[in-house]
């Protein structure tokens, strides 16, 4: 009984959230993460596997980071185990696939689940079509992106094939840096 009111809590703020700082994350090494902290930032939320045809996005998420993360983007990764099995590793075992074969540097979450009935309530919320309407909708496979503004908003959503540094992701993030810049003047 008590696990089913700690259930029923969680579906309920996830659907009751109006924006992605409302949620904490574990990160890969344990502690919990306030999205709250990334207030001010435009982030880049994408669920990721280390087995998967696009895992050599991973280079490229890296590089967006590394380009525009002075200007206040933050790549988030969270690994999920959805889709073809193609995330079977440990945290460790990522957080260091990450790190040996991509150099990644960009916050990584600890590995959840981002569809079905046991999908993470952040992933819950991305995908809600109520609260999301335009980017809302079940998430078909890895390396799905979303575009998140810094107050939280969800802004954009890119499926697996487009590439992070692609023309419409880098035009969609330099926008959302520069709409926030000009509303800070």
Known sequence: MKWLLGAALIMSSAFGAS???EFKMKALRGEMVAL???KGKVVLMVN???QCGYTYQYEALQKLYNKYQGQGLVVAGFPANNFGAQEPGTDEQIGAFCKLQYGVTFPMFSKISVAGGDKAPLYQFLTDKKANPKTGGEIQWNFT????DRDGKVIQRFEPAVEPDSKQVVAAIE???KNEAAQKK
């Open 145 to 148: 992106k979303f575009l998140v």
């Open 48 to 50: 990721v596997a280390s």
């Open 19 to 21: 924006n992605v700082h």
């Open 36 to 38: 709250a902290s990334f």
């Open 175 to 177: 926008a959302a840096l």
